[in-house]
């Protein structure tokens, strides 16, 4: 996710106790989201701008903490999230917003600053686990125009990962990683339509084999996801798609753009006068095909549904940062081929303008299903991340 803002400190973990919302939207068919915990930054900070989960280990992207950013390793015992590593880059500066964007997969955490010399961006890749982290390799490229932000969005899928810099016209770029451990660039992914001002990487999806990249602003901002095929340095675009009903200022493709199997998730967050909405599509190769659209129940122009989503299987839980009055999340489940709303959520002390919903991590294992929501703008902008079981 992106950012906005300055500042400081990690003040810690703080308990939230255990509440259970739950809204039924028929009966029979509830479920209830417990808030387990709630993590907080210091002041400005914005801390959850981007968050990524995965099994007992959260990550969180503070990318103005002490002006430079910082990113935080969480883990989950007995209950209790415990802070285990504060990361920086070995050569970040004020400005850099190291945090902008993160990713995690296994031992491998990939990070974006898109500030880092002077906007042109650079992506650092850590691996480790608990306590122990180390930086192995920041990654660089030269992006078309004198500001590219690489790094504005990130991705990673097994020994692939992807880097968007949105700036101009825009371009993703591929790394592999080699049977040494390095991570090389192999290729530059641009669309066959786009031109300056499209946004091209503004989000981006890895999942095996295919890369789907999101430009909002192609289109008079209509927006439009590109799907490449390959592997190494050769990838190939596929298709290109939006929702049925995307016409121009919806801005589709502008959220978190998030695949699992064979599901991509889609954020159109100005859809139908800022309402927003998310699109669920289903397929393969250059084959893809709009399951479904989703939307809030209470949904209301304005609210921005979409601006942070996350599927994992049959669940996906979608932010609505601007609903009043500080931003909440839906879950929903699939049956077959169809999705529904079960519940609908929100941080237990979420108040006026904390965003709740802007950035959403989601975690399955076993039963257990778990969310990260992050609140960059609570309590004047130092932000939170709450936990909940789903």
Known sequence: MRLF???????????????????????????????????????????????????????????????????????H?????????????????????FGNAVALQGSTLVIGAQGHNGARGSIYVFTGSGKSWKQTQELTVTPSGAYGQFGWSVAISGSTIVAGAPNVSGAAFVFTKSGLGSWTLRKQLTASDQVNGDGFGY???????????????????????YVFTGSGNSWKQRTEFRGKDTVASDNFGLGELVASGSDV???????????????????????????????GKDTAAGDHFGFGEAIDGSTIVIGADR?????????????????????????KNTTTGDVFGRSVSLSATGSVVTAAVGAPFHASNAGSVYLFRV
């Open 77 to 97: 015992t007995k209950s209790v999230w415990t802070k285990e590593a504060t990361l920086t880059g070995k050569d970040t500066i004020a400005g850099d917003s």
């Open 323 to 347: 609903h009043v009055p500080g931003g909440v999340a839906y879950v929903f489940t699939r049956s077959g081929t169809t999705w529904k709303q079960q519940a609908e959520f929100k941080g």
């Open 5 to 75: 803002g300055m500042s400081r400190l990690l003040v810690g973990a703080l308990s939230a106790g255990l509440i259970t919302l739950a809204v039924p939207v028929e009966a029979g068919a509830s479920v209830k989201v417990t808030q387990q915990w709630a993590l907080s930054g210091g002041a400005g900070d914005q801390f959850g701008f981007d968050t990524a989960l995965q099994g007992n280990t959260l990550v969180v992207g503070d990318a103005n903490h002490n002006g430079s950013g910082a990113v935080f390793v969480y883990t």
């Open 203 to 225: 989000t981006e999806a890895v999942n095996g084999s295919t890369i789907f990249v999101g430009s909002p602003y192609h289109g008079a901002t209509a927006g439009e996801v």
């Open 265 to 295: 998730l889609v954020a159109a967050p100005f859809h139908a006068t800022g309402a927003g909405a998310a699109y669920v599509f289903t397929g393969s190769g250059g084959t893809w095909k709009q399951q479904a659209e989703l939307k």
